[in-house]
């Protein structure tokens, strides 16, 4: 999924200590049996995992939470688990529960792929009703991910100021990007190697967690997924499905349309969820004065758009950037009123907040392309991309027309699939979870980045599965953000497996309300409230997530 990483799981989570405290302790909760399956014979690559040698955690979060850190071996490719070796940087909080309650170990994934995962395992403290501290939460750095070795980084200034415009309106432009996405292939080659680029895939981070299962010694394995995750999960399930005990599936991959036409999916979903937030950005006038209907805001920001095209702003914000910059409105409710903030400012030719927004989204120097290299790892070569230019120019020109906000940065972002080095699967693995137990999804109306259709087909595929709906929400991955009907079910399921009764027909099981849009009023009386006590605004989880995600 574009750009779900680390940043848009901080997101995620914001105001999830709201939810984190009350409710009944998870010592007073009975521990339930692993679920029982009729499952096909498990596939097993027989690699036996060494020890992990715990140790004190170097990053400050993780310190001040309690966890400890480690280092797994496991094989580049597991068709040869006797050769080369690579490491998963790993985190855990461990249970505080009695052992007769203790439910197991508890993976995590925050998306991606590409998204640095190591620091999830404090998510455990962050359940409603105590709930996490029944297991053992474990976060990892994905292979070729952040303080994993290696980490696979390939141009850290692939993202500069002032790039061409996105919408190749000429030849040059055209040739321009296909010159720089076939360089960025190039750069992954020369950076991570063949072998490396080989084993990027979906299928060896399934078998990467197969390893952190057996170094664990546990017999099955507990998962929350989001974006990205879901998809992994989806795939472990599918390969493993004895090995599942419980599952929670946060916005869910189709994976009927891996990876190509997930993207133009979200090309379209994407106007949508722009559309919403530009008409709460016109019921907000009396913020922002920039438009009482939503026809008129988005007209503005067209126009600021192509403005930038003739005049870039501040000199470095073109087209490119000030798409990007606001992309984020698109993904979740969290931050529209610094989005907002920053269009205003930019209308009114302050444009050091769009900047920052830009920078915020796009990192740059050594390393900071690393969640860009391994998405492009695993997406290019879960299964084979069309290897014509001109079926990727077809179909971004074609929805283009209908979808002109992300359409065409959304293709570049992922044209170097076009000449990518890595070895393409010839199709991706064929999902299915009828033997699988129980598991719970969820997901938001008008999710973009993983369309709600996804969640519906996934609901389809696991027939024992429960799907909770965030009725008319536009919010990606918002599960734990304070929203009780949601939570306090994710809570219930990890504490006795109970879930609500399934519905008949394609639809969701549950419908609770979205993720609640900020409240600009209150936005403002906050930051005054902390500018009077000369503090900045109190530590919520995600400050602290985003101050994990610089290691």
């Known amino acids: 999924m574009k750009r779900v990483t680390t940043a848009a799981l901080t997101a995620a989570l914001v105001g999830a200590s709201l939810a984190a405290v009350g409710g009944a302790s998870a010592a007073t909760a009975p521990a339930s049996s692993p679920t029982k399956t009729t499952a096909p014979a498990t596939v097993d690559s027989g690699f036996q995992p060494p020890p992990i040698q715990w140790v004190t955690c170097t990053d400050p979060t993780l310190i001040d939470f309690g966890a400890q850190c480690g280092m797994l071996s496991v094989p580049l490719d597991y068709s040869k688990p006797s050769g080369t070796t690579i490491k998963l940087a790993l985190s855990v909080m461990k249970h505080t529960v009695p052992p007769t309650q203790y439910q197991g170990i508890m993976l995590l994934n925050p998306g991606g792929p590409g998204g640095s995962g190591d620091y999830l395992s404090v998510l455990q403290q962050f359940v409603p009703k105590d709930a996490g501290f029944a297991y053992d939460f474990i976060g990892f750095d994905p292979r070729g991910v952040g303080s994993s070795q290696p980490s696979l980084s390939c141009d850290g200034n692939y993202f500069p100021y002032n ?245 065409w940065a959304n293709t570049w972002f992922n044209a170097p699939c076009l000449t990518w080095a890595g070895k393409a699967s010839r199709r991706p693995v064929t999902v299915t979870g009828k033997t699988a137990p129980p598991i719970l999804l969820i997901d938001e109306t008008y999710d973009a980045a993983t369309p709600f259709s996804g969640s519906l087909e996934v609901r389809k595929l696991f027939p024992r599965s429960i799907l909770i709906e965030g009725v008319g929400g536009s919010t990606h991955a918002g599960s734990l953000s304070g929203v009780s009907c949601t939570d306090d079910r994710i809570a219930d399921y990890l504490l006795t497996g109970a879930l609500d009764a399934r519905q008949h027909g394609n639809v969701s099981d549950v419908k609770c309300p979205p993720v609640p849009a900020p409240d600009p009023a209150a936005a403002a009386s906050a930051r005054s409230q902390a500018a009077r006590a000369g503090s900045g605004l109190p530590m919520d989880l995600r400050s602290l997530l985003l101050q994990a995600q610089g290691h």
């Open 163 to 407: 790039r061409p415009n996105y919408n190749p309106t000429n030849v040059q432009i055209e040739k321009f990007w296909l010159r720089r996405s076939a360089g960025y292939s190039q750069a992954c080659l020369a950076a991570g190697g063949q072998a490396l680029l080989n084993h990027l895939k979906t299928t060896d981070n399934v078998a990467d967690m197969e390893s952190i299962r057996k170094a664990f010694k546990a017999s099955q394995i507990n998962f929350y997924g989001f974006s990205y995750g879901t998809y992994l999960g989806q795939v472990y399930a599918t390969l493993h499905p004895d090995r599942v005990r419980r599952m929670i599936l946060d916005s869910n991959v189709d994976p009927r349309k891996v990876w190509y036409q997930s993207n133009l999916d979200q090309d379209v979903a994407f106007e949508t969820t722009m559309s919403i937030w530009f008409r709460w950005v016109a019921a907000n006038d009396g913020t922002y004065h920039l438009g009482t209907t939503e026809a008129t805001v988005s007209k503005l920001w067209f126009a600021m758009r192509s403005q930038a095209v003739v005049h870039p702003f501040a000199g470095k914000i073109g087209p490119d950037e000030w798409t990007d910059a606001f992309l984020q409105a698109g993904y979740y409710v969290y931050n529209w009123e610094e989005l907002a903030s920053g269009f205003q400012a930019a209308v009114a030719g302050d444009y050091g907040p769009v900047t920052t927004l830009y920078d915020g989204a796009n990192g740059a120097g050594p390393g900071s392309d690393n969640g860009f290299a391994v998405y492009l790892g695993t997406e290019c070569t879960d299964t084979q991309w069309p290897l014509s230019w001109a079926k990727w120019k077809a179909d971004a020109t074609r929805i283009n027309k209908i979808a002109p906000f992300e359409t």
